[in-house]
């Protein structure tokens, strides 16, 4: 499928960037890692003065039919029933969006149950959930094709009533289980290595997990020089969604927080269709699940946050926004060394 050409990062604005970080009223590097993001997020955006006001982050929700096998410790009916909290504002990505003033938007790419039109509700579902990769491949090449044009479509949607910092969420049941499948696929890791509890499955449902994904992995072979046909066989309709978005978004020059482990896996399966997305990319924390680290090394990013976050929905990538607002108003609103009128080092 043809995608949108993402710029190169600018290095001239980037070593412009630290001249002047290098002129603020502090020691040089002294505000560490904040003085990165904000070169970083200069780079991104063409600007020494990066904007950060605008903020959304896309939650996409979709079923996966793997859940058949038991290795979620919730029902399916969980994924609508969370949906509609979101659209009521009830739930944690909810409350931490409006303290970060970002914007929600819900897409139902993939929920197995028929919801009710809302205005704030995104629908663009491509099937009702996906088959058992158990038992066979998730969906189709054209549908994992698809949920990334949705997600593309998603973003360009949000872009136009102006964007400057994208996070990623995601809801459905199932999806930890996908998740591990992607990243066992394309970094060459074992499923026991990157396969975690999920929403908190027993030992007993852990080794259920990753025999499912053995088993899938065996079944359907997806080929790990191929994203897309890694999507197809053994990933999840919001996984594509969210990639696409990542994609779509990096094409505009807009900064990428991602959250966890299933947006780790979206922004896996970004970076090896598109490879020049990865520099448009922040790791906003690292993820209980136990394959988030493979992903992050192998994008390699280092997670901003680690506070034993696994829920989703973009809760984490959307704490890390106060990071990246606070790294561009430093380099916007301090005061340098001449200005302030204080004497620099000798």
Not at 29 to 46: D, K, N, P, Q, T
Not at 73 to 91: C, D, E, H, I, K
Request: with cysteine; net charge neutral; proline share 5%.
């Amino acid at each position: 499928m043809k995608l949108p050409t993402i710029p190169k990062i600018d290095s001239s604005l980037e070593a412009a960037a630290w001249k002047r970080q290098d002129s603020l009223t502090k020691p040089p590097r002294s505000l560490g890692r904040l003085e990165e993001i904000g070169v970083r997020l200069a780079a991104i955006s063409g600007k020494l003065n990066p904007p950060v006001a605008r903020k959304a982050v896309i939650v996409m929700a979709a079923d996966h039919g793997v859940t058949a096998e038991g290795v979620s410790a919730y029902p399916s009916a969980v994924t609508p029933q969370m949906v509609l909290n979101f659209l009521r504002g009830g739930a944690a990505i909810n409350v931490l969006a409006r303290q970060a003033g970002a914007r929600v938007a819900v897409v139902d790419i993939g929920v197995a149950s028929d919801l009710a039109p809302h205005p704030q509700l995104f629908q663009r579902k491509i099937m009702a959930g996906t088959a058992n990769f158990a038992k066979g491949p998730a969906m189709s090449r054209a549908q994992a094709e698809a949920s990334i044009a949705a997600g593309i479509e998603i973003f360009e949607l949000l872009y136009r009533d102006g964007l400057d910092l994208l996070a990623t969420g995601d809801m459905g049941i199932g999806n930890t289980t996908a998740s591990a499948a992607i990243v066992s696929a394309i970094c060459g890791k074992s499923p026991q290595v990157v396969t975690g509890r999920g929403t908190g499955v027993d030992d007993a449902g852990l080794a259920r997990k990753v025999a499912v994904i053995e088993r899938a992995l065996s079944l359907n072979k997806p080929d790990s020089r191929d994203a897309i046909d890694v999507l197809s066989k053994v990933g999840g309709l919001e996984i594509g969604g969210l990639a696409g978005a990542v994609i779509a978004a990096a094409a505009h020059r807009v900064p990428v927080v991602i959250d966890g482990f299933i947006s780790g896996a979206a922004a896996l399966i970004a970076a090896e269709l598109s490879p020049e997305v990865k520099p448009y990319l922040f790791a906003a924390h690292l993820s209980v699940e136990a394959g988030h680290r493979t992903i992050l090394d192998r994008l390699g990013l280092k997670p901003l946050l680690d506070l034993n976050l696994r829920l989703g929905e973009g809760t984490g990538a959307v704490l890390a926004f106060h990071l990246l607002e606070a790294a561009s108003r430093l380099m916007s609103e301090m005061a340098t060394f001449g200005e302030a009128g204080v004497s620099e080092k000798s």
